[in-house]
């Protein structure tokens, strides 16, 4: 009884953490759509392997296929949008019970049941991973539970209820839990540190826009969403920038900044909730990226931005009052147009108005007219 349950808290982890780690070595391949097939069917092949290990664990300790579901449920609940693991979870139990059963250990006519064990434990997994309300550890450890008991209930109609049976799949799954929630919670932290970094990095430590990193990798992604049907980008350059700072300083300068970027962001959010985006690109210029909408609807509310600081100066903590103007241009993203080619022509344009007396807002429409006279 002792090497029984020995084995089944040993290398059920193992093998379990095993597959999660392969999985994680060849997901780094995952964009790279003449490797997805390979991936996928290395994937498939070494989980086979992996099951069939499980299951002559299983049948060794407890004459029972207990633990092979343990992995499809595993490495679901870690990647739910990956159909494979779906399907993966559905079948597992069918092709088992036909070992056992070319084994002697159960009977080809109790197929109705083996079928019946992947609807349960489908649905099961379906039902907990849609509970949004609760945590992945919960719902991860409720689906192991639900596993167990499942199993034992199984156990106990097939009269194969043995004392050592269920002390060694009891065990194994509390000693599974416990390596599993702990494994999970490093990974939340490591995970959190992550982003906490990655955020850091997109941020400009001035102002608290996003910066010319996270403009970057914005414009990468906007080619790969398909609800994206309209692309407007903008540069903008406070006016006489310089001149602010050599005359009132750069703390003068840092305030100015401050004040041009968190207006420039509360209003490009309020008028575009989740399609517009404001950017500091380095120094007093900035860029902005608005999807789904027209340049007009762009052009109207950067006219806002420019009447609201006409009508507003800049008081700064020493009391000094700073009128503030600034120059924009503004582009569609054409069609089949790289979107960094997009960005420059933005920058091109908003550098065409610095050099033609600042302070107004240029599109498209306005630059082909300029160029035709």
């Known amino acids: 009884m002792a ?14 953490i095993g597959q999660i780690y392969f999985e994680h070595y060849f997901a780094s391949f995952k964009n790279q759509r003449s490797a997805n097939f390979i991936l996928t069917t290395v994937i498939v092949v070494t989980y086979l392997i992996q099951e069939f290990c499980l299951l002559q664990i299983s049948l060794l300790n407890i004459r029972d296929a207990a633990f092979i579901m343990v992995l499809p449920v595993t490495m679901l609940f870690r990647n739910s949008r990956n159909k494979i693991w779906w399907w993966l979870l559905a079948i597992t139990p069918i092709p088992a019970n036909i070992y056992m059963a070319h084994i002697k250990l159960s ?6 049941v083996w079928i019946g064990q992947s609807i349960v434990f489908f649905l099961v997994c379906l039902a907990l ?12 450890t409720m689906a192991i539970v639900g596993l167990g008991i499942v199993e034992l209930l199984y156990l106990t109609l097939e009269n194969q209820f043995r004392p050592a049976s269920i002390v060694a799949a009891t065990a194994d799954l509390g000693v599974f839990l416990i390596l599993e929630g702990q494994r999970y919670a490093v990974e939340m932290k490591k995970d959190q540190k992550l982003k906490l970094l990655q955020n850091e990095s997109e941020r400009d430590d001035l102002t608290g826009l996003l910066n010319y990193r ?22 903008l350059d406070i006016d006489h920038f310089k001149s602010i700072n050599d005359r009132y300083g750069h703390f003068v300068g840092n ?19 989740n399609h517009g985006y404001a950017y500091r690109f380095g120094g007093e210029e900035f860029s902005i990226v608005v999807t789904n909408h027209s340049i007009s609807e762009v052009h109207a509310v950067l006219q806002s931005v420019e009447r609201y600081f006409v009508q507003h100066p800049i008081i700064t903590t020493e009391g000094d009052q700073i009128s503030l103007s600034f120059s924009a241009g503004l582009t569609n993203h054409l069609n089949g147009e790289v979107l960094d080619n997009t960005l420059k022509r933005a920058d091109r344009m908003l550098y065409s108005v610095k050099n033609n ?3 107004w807002i240029i599109t498209d429409h306005h630059h082909k007219l300029e160029e035709a006279e």
Do not use: M
């Open 3 to 16: 090497i029984e349950i020995f084995d089944a808290v040993i290398y059920l982890p193992i093998i379990v």
């Open 107 to 112: 009977s080809f006519s109790d197929w109705g």
């Open 129 to 140: 991973t849609s509970r949004k309300y609760l945590s992945l550890r919960v719902r991860y």
């Open 214 to 235: 996270a403009l970057s990798q914005e414009i990468k992604n906007l080619t790969k969403r398909k609800e994206i049907h309209n692309i407007i980008i903008g540069g």
């Open 357 to 359: 007396g600042r302070g």
């Open 255 to 273: 305030e100015v900044l401050n004040r041009f970027s968190t207006t420039l962001r509360d209003r490009i959010h309020s008028e575009f909730p």
